[in-house]
């Protein structure tokens, strides 16, 4: 039977909502990734050859450039350092400052360079010879590396919570008997993650079993039955609610309450992003 606190579509306070999104192991591996790795991205992947070998595609001009300074930077190449060289060009009328990188040796200001750029656009310029960015290619892959994996993680963490969102509105509230638990190949904090499985029955007396992944069984065994909410037209669909992030359970008023205190599983993701638009913003404005 359903109780009059159980009949839906009920109200998803907004706290649960970010409880539901963010509180769990994908999601804070997947911002420390994607936030980590994205520092390294706007630091060094962007100042690689990957994103400027376009402008010095096809037809280039050339021009006499003079040197004006040649400084160490705190790069090296097969132990080579990388010095920074910064000339200046005229072209058709117009002087132009430019920057290349390499590990030659150091110069004298008023040296001569040869110059080369696209007739387009001479202030994209690079000395002959020389790169016109300071890290190679192959460094923007390897640090896109972690902000794709935290990206990954993060997909995973969110892809069933609409389908959660929709049952903690829509959904039926029931209780379940555990039924068995089996092995996972899973790890998480030195403890085995089990698959539990539960037996309910839905309005209609059927009978369906739903499954909860943890490496807290304790948590989901310790009363003698666990409440359950499921989809009433397709009652496979169904969560075990002690299982989910904050531990959300109906009120006998209807409204849906939560154990986990605080939002410091927040704090991934406001760091990620905080940190990371300082740096955009520095760079970039």
Same mark, same amino acid.
């Given at each position: 039977?359903?109780?009059?606190?159980?009949?839906?579509?009920?109200?998803?306070?907004?706290?649960?909502?970010?409880?539901?999104?963010?509180?769990?192991?994908?999601?804070?591996?997947?911002?420390?990734?994607?936030?980590?790795?994205?520092?390294?991205?706007?630091?060094?992947?962007?100042?690689?050859?990957?994103?400027?070998?376009?402008?010095?595609?096809?037809?280039?001009?050339?021009?006499?450039?003079?040197?004006?300074?040649?400084?160490?930077?705190?790069?090296?190449?097969?132990?080579?350092?990388?010095?920074?060289?910064?000339? *200046?060009?005229?072209?058709?009328?117009?002087?132009?400052?430019? *920057?290349?990188?390499?590990?030659?040796?150091?110069?004298?200001?008023?040296?001569?360079?040869?110059?080369?750029?696209?007739?387009?656009?001479?202030?994209?310029?690079?000395?002959?010879?020389?790169?016109?960015?300071?890290?190679?290619?192959?460094?923007?892959?390897?640090?896109?590396?972690?902000?794709?994996?935290?990206?990954?993680?993060?997909?995973?963490? &969110?892809?069933? &919570?609409?389908?959660?969102?929709?049952?903690?509105?829509?959904?039926?509230?029931?209780?379940?008997?555990?039924?068995?638990?089996?092995?996972?190949?899973?790890?998480?904090?030195?403890?085995?993650?089990?698959?539990?499985?539960?037996?309910?029955?839905?309005?209609?007396?059927?009978?369906?079993?739903?499954?909860?992944?943890?490496?807290?069984?304790?948590?989901?065994?310790?009363?003698?039955?666990?409440?359950?909410?499921?989809?009433?037209?397709?009652?496979?669909?169904?969560?075990?609610?002690?299982?989910?992030?904050?531990?959300?359970?109906?009120?006998?008023?209807?409204?849906?309450?939560?154990?986990?205190?605080?939002?410091?599983?927040?704090?991934?993701?406001?760091?990620?992003?905080? &940190?990371?638009?300082?740096?955009?913003?520095?760079?970039?404005?």
């Amino acid at each position: 039977m359903r109780t009059k606190f159980q009949e839906p579509p009920r109200s998803v306070p907004f706290p649960l909502i970010l409880q539901v999104t963010f509180n769990n192991v994908f999601s804070m591996i997947g911002w420390i990734f994607f936030g980590v790795g994205m520092i390294f991205f706007l630091l060094l992947g962007l100042e690689s050859n990957l994103f400027t070998f376009h402008r010095f595609m096809g037809e280039l001009e050339k021009a006499e450039g003079k040197v004006l300074k040649t400084e160490y930077t705190n790069w090296s190449i097969d132990e080579e350092s990388v010095v920074r060289w910064l000339y *200046t060009f005229d072209y058709q009328g117009k002087k132009y400052l430019g *920057t290349s990188y390499s590990i030659e040796k150091t110069a004298m200001p008023e040296q001569s360079v040869t110059v080369e750029f696209s007739a387009d656009s001479p202030e994209h310029s690079r000395i002959e010879g020389f790169n016109e960015a300071i890290t190679p290619w192959w460094v923007t892959i390897i640090v896109m590396i972690f902000p794709m994996l935290g990206l990954l993680f993060i997909y995973l963490s &969110v892809k069933h &919570v609409p389908k959660t969102i929709s049952l903690l509105r829509n959904g039926i509230l029931t209780y379940a008997d555990y039924v068995d638990k089996e092995k996972t190949n899973m790890i998480v904090n030195d403890a085995q993650v089990y698959k539990l499985r539960f037996c309910f029955e839905d309005d209609r007396g059927d009978s369906h079993y739903v499954f909860a992944l943890s490496h807290q069984i304790d948590d989901l065994m310790d009363d003698p039955q666990e409440a359950v909410i499921y989809n009433p037209q397709e009652p496979a669909k169904a969560l075990v609610l002690d299982n989910l992030p904050g531990k959300p359970y109906l009120n006998e008023e209807g409204q849906w309450k939560w154990r986990a205190k605080g939002y410091a599983y927040l704090l991934p993701v406001v760091l990620a992003i905080a &940190v990371n638009s300082i740096i955009a913003f520095f760079k970039f404005f």
